[in-house]
């Protein structure tokens, strides 16, 4: 007998679930090019198959235009995850979705390395502006 889990089926409606709103601040600094690079150690997510925790890194560098994430409101943004059944492929867009509205980079790449699950390892990234794929 298969066993379903209580996330199974949701993946539909990743693009439409509340979230906290992650807020930004001025940068001063908007006329010059520079990378802020983020990484956050201790992501955790739920298995939408199992219903079991997945843990990741997530790397994220962007080129700010007028403003910059608020690491606080980041923060709480990502430890709503915890309880979500999300594929990686899914959290990593929906990510992007989300910083790119927040602050409207000049550019930005999200990376997210999740640990090893069933002897299988998965990186999954985006850019914005999205590169044309070969």
């Not at 867009?93 to 998965?122: H, Q, S, Y």
Request: net charge positive; glycine share 4%; aromatic share 10%.
């Amino acid at each position: 007998m298969k066993q379903v889990s209580s996330y199974e089926g949701r993946q539909d409606k990743v693009r439409s679930m509340k979230l906290p709103g992650i807020e930004v601040w001025e940068n001063q600094y908007a006329d010059r090019d520079f990378v802020v690079d983020l990484e956050i150690p201790e992501f955790t997510c739920i298995c939408p198959k199992t219903g079991l925790p997945d843990f990741a890194v997530i790397k994220v560098s962007y080129k700010p235009t007028k403003t910059c994430l608020e690491l606080k409101s980041l923060k709480l943004y990502l430890v709503e995850y915890r309880t979500i059944g999300i594929f990686h492929e899914h959290l990593v867009n929906r990510l992007m979705d989300d910083f790119v509205k927040a602050c409207k980079p000049r550019w930005m790449k999200i990376e997210v390395i999740m640990n090893p699950r069933g002897g299988i390892a998965t990186n999954v990234t985006a850019e914005y502006p999205q590169q044309k794929m070969k």
